[in-house]
């Protein structure tokens, strides 16, 4: 009898496991699991970008840019021609991780997988899942893409924080991208993958506060809630 009962509490714990723990996949995106890399966000490569607009991308930058930092995420910044041609990164950009202390790292390549010094701040990082924006889509994110998935990375390309000169330009390199094994997908969907779960009250304050500033609508939801719900 009291073997029964063991073995039918053991099948209804098994039951409730099945049925409210299941096992995330593993292609959703964690804390722990991925490096970002923010590739040429600086003024001039955004000049002529047409597929979204400059505030917009803006926002998304910032988006991503503060999700990582709040979930510390492993994150590498690097620029092309700088000094010469490119100008600074955006303000939004600089105010989250600032050139003095964030090790940026200045390209002459188009392809930043075929640059020595942003190859190692990469690959260093040790992940094996990498998620990939910036300027131009169609040049610059393409390239290092590609490349990563050929060496053996799952990539991950955030959609809405990469611009081109066309709508065209970038739609031809999304496809191309996603042909070649690489992963779509937006800011908002970057850092609310990573929270996952409210509960995790560490950063939900962090969290909801990116989205207040830089949500747009959703945003300004958040702030009507905690005002006039307060919570």
Known sequence: ????????LLFALSICSFSYAQKPAASLLTPTNHAL???DH???MAFPVKNIG????????????????IFNIPTVVTTVAEKSFSGPVFPELLEIYPQATSGYIDRTTMNAW??????????????????????????????????AIQDGYEVYVI?????????EAHEMAIQRM?????????????????????ARS??????????????????????????????
Request: charge should be positive; glycine fraction near 10%; aromatic fraction near 8%.
């Open 202 to 231: 560490a950063t939900y304050q962090g969290v909801t506060d990116i989205f207040k500033n830089f949500g747009g609508a959703y945003g300004i939801g958040i702030q009507y809630s905690r005002d006039m719900l307060k919570h």
């Open 1 to 8: 009898m009291k073997k029964q009962f063991i073995s039918s």
């Open 159 to 167: 959609t809405d924080a990469c611009g081109d000169v066309s709508t």
């Open 54 to 69: 400059i505030d917009e991308l803006r926002n998304n930058v910032a988006i991503i840019a503060s999700g990582s930092k």
């Open 178 to 198: 996603i042909k070649g094994g690489a992963t779509p997908m937006t800011s908002t969907q970057y850092v609310l993958e990573i929270q996952r779960d409210w």
């Open 114 to 147: 075929e640059d020595v010094n942003a190859y190692k701040a990469i690959t260093s990082k040790g992940k094996k899942k990498l998620v990939i924006a910036g300027l131009w889509t169609s040049v610059c994110i393409v390239g290092p893409v590609l490349s």
């Open 37 to 39: 890399v923010l590739i």
């Open 42 to 44: 600086e003024s001039q």
